[in-house]
């Protein structure tokens, strides 16, 4: 699925579905983020493939628990699923007591054919440069694209990721990279050019989940303008 660039449109409500299909290649269901997740993923017959997240508050999102990931595992029997994003402190063992055991999450989404997104978030800055190396190649590692989106106060942060983005690219590593805040807000049009694999942006611009996100159409026209298909991963 992410051998190339993929925007995704960021949604709670997964009837926005036929609203994003013009723009994305696929839906990002932030299950944190919805009432009756496993409910509306039951009902869900779009034509667009589906990445589910659920996001704990420790990380940004809106959900904890013992029932957080077993979200995840039952998603992985719907059809339309191709990806689940799950933080890498989680996968390093951050977890409920009670709630599914991460390596076996990995193991069925394996078994299913379903990607895992392995990310981290940094809402505090940009780490330096040997950091943002290590962070990557760790997600990359623990899952089959590695996601990594930081904190941008100033053009310096966003160059810093953007080169970080290429390294890993050119290292055989698949990535998605974003800087969040005003700051980093253009990486996301432009990390799909350094080798970042996935976008993310939501369908209504006031439905935004993170600081600096373009709409779905604009960053399509962005992506689209800039020829930001992505680098050829070798992975």
Do not use: C
Request: glycine share 8%; hydrophobic share 45%; net charge negative.
């Amino acid at each position: 699925m992410f051998d190339r660039f993929r925007l995704a449109a960021s949604t709670a409500d997964l009837t926005e579905e036929p609203q994003a299909r013009g723009d994305a290649d696929l839906i990002e269901f932030r299950a944190d983020l919805a009432d009756e997740p496993r409910a509306a993923l039951a009902a869900y017959d779009g034509a667009l493939p589906v990445l589910v997240t659920n996001r704990p508050t420790w990380e940004g999102g809106d959900a904890d628990g013992p029932d957080r990931l077993s979200v995840l595992t039952d998603a992985l029997n719907h059809e339309a699923v191709v990806a689940v994003d799950v933080e890498l402190a989680t996968l390093r063992g951050r977890t409920e007591p009670g709630d599914t055991d991460p390596d076996a999450l990995q193991r069925q989404a394996a078994a299913a054919g379903v990607d895992v997104i392995a990310s981290v978030h940094d809402f505090d800055g940009t780490p330096d440069e040997a950091t943002l190396d290590t962070l990557l190649t760790a997600a990359a590692t623990a899952g089959d694209v590695g996601k990594l989106a930081v904190t941008a106060t100033d053009p310096t942060d966003a160059l810093a990721l953007l080169s970080a983005t290429e390294r890993a690219t050119d290292r055989g590593l698949r990535v998605a990279t974003m800087a969040m805040g005003a700051a980093g807000a253009h990486t996301r049009a432009v990390a799909p050019v350094y080798g970042s694999v996935i976008g993310y942006a939501p369908v209504r611009a006031a439905a935004a989940t993170a600081p600096g996100q373009y709409d779905l159409a604009t960053l399509r026209r962005l992506v689209d303008e800039l020829g930001a298909t992505g680098k050829t991963t070798r992975r």
